[in-house]
């Protein structure tokens, strides 16, 4: 289901995420960067802050100045407008596998598969069409941000002035990351199924 995941973000990322606003957030990131790397340099200069040693004050103040730059990377906003086929009376869908989904789609999500009912295939495929892009949008803030805690988490460390607990803290997030990857790869996986499921017999 992992690789499934990753197979069905790089396709559908584009869906999700508007490239104009992507380079927007790009440059208002990379400004940050920049801005960070003189203000962490003169209170460098001024206090000290990056521990001892030309190299170590260098590492920290890069790894900090990065870690800036991906956190508002990640908080510029960068997704398409919703449409509204993903909204509900012109709101939102609520991004959550518990929510998002009716309950005669979420057996449907489950480590195992299972073949999707005639009567429930209209349902799965709603949801899980809501659900990819829910899961991409947050896969895809979700890694800078991530990535963004554990280069300033890594500075803290090499500046001295902090334990590696923040660090090992930032990792457990990391590695739970590959588990919503896996749960889209179980949103495809059962929207697949439903295309291939026979539709629902109608009386007349």
């Given at each position: 289901?992992?690789?499934?995941?990753?197979?069905?973000?790089?396709?559908?990322?584009?869906?999700?995420?508007?490239?104009?606003?992507?380079?927007?957030?790009?440059?208002?990131?990379?400004?940050?960067?920049?801005?960070?790397?003189?203000?962490?340099?003169?209170?460098?200069?001024?206090?000290?802050?990056?521990?001892?040693?030309?190299?170590?004050?260098?590492?920290?103040?890069?790894?900090?100045?990065?870690?800036?730059?991906?956190?508002?990377?990640?908080?510029?906003?960068?997704?398409?407008?919703?449409?509204?086929?993903?909204?509900?009376?012109?709101?939102?869908?609520?991004?959550?596998?518990?929510?998002?989904?009716?309950?005669?789609?979420?057996?449907?999500?489950?480590?195992?598969?299972?073949?999707?009912?005639?009567?429930?295939?209209?349902?799965?495929?709603?949801?899980?069409?809501l659900l990819r892009r829910g899961l991409i949008a947050l896969?895809?803030?979700?890694?800078?941000?991530?990535?963004?805690?554990?280069?300033?988490?890594?500075?803290?460390v090499v500046a001295g002035w902090a334990q590696w607990f923040?660090?090992?803290?930032?990792?457990?997030?990391?590695?739970?990351?590959?588990?919503?990857?896996?749960?889209?790869?179980?949103?495809?996986?059962?929207?697949?199924?439903?295309?291939?499921?026979?539709?629902?017999?109608?009386?007349?």
């Open positions: 289901m992992f690789r499934l995941g990753c197979s069905v973000f790089r396709r559908h990322t584009g869906d999700v995420f508007d490239r104009a606003r992507v380079r927007r957030a790009a440059w208002i990131a990379g400004a940050a960067t920049v801005v960070s790397v003189v203000a962490l340099s003169a209170l460098e200069a001024r206090f000290g802050w990056a521990g001892t040693g030309l190299v170590r004050s260098v590492v920290a103040i890069a790894l900090l100045a990065i870690g800036i730059g991906l956190l508002v990377f990640g908080c510029v906003p960068s997704r398409r407008p919703l449409d509204p086929a993903a909204t509900i009376n012109g709101r939102p869908v609520r991004v959550d596998l518990r929510f998002a989904a009716r309950p005669t789609t979420k057996r449907y999500l489950r480590r195992r598969a299972v073949p999707v009912a005639p009567e429930d295939r209209d349902a799965v495929l709603a949801d899980t069409m896969i895809g803030r979700a890694g800078p941000l991530l990535g963004g805690g554990v280069a300033a988490a890594v500075a803290c923040p660090l090992l803290w930032v990792a457990g997030y990391v590695l739970s990351a590959p588990g919503y990857l896996a749960d889209l790869g179980r949103t495809e996986r059962a929207r697949l199924a439903a295309l291939d499921a026979p539709e629902p017999m109608t009386t007349d």
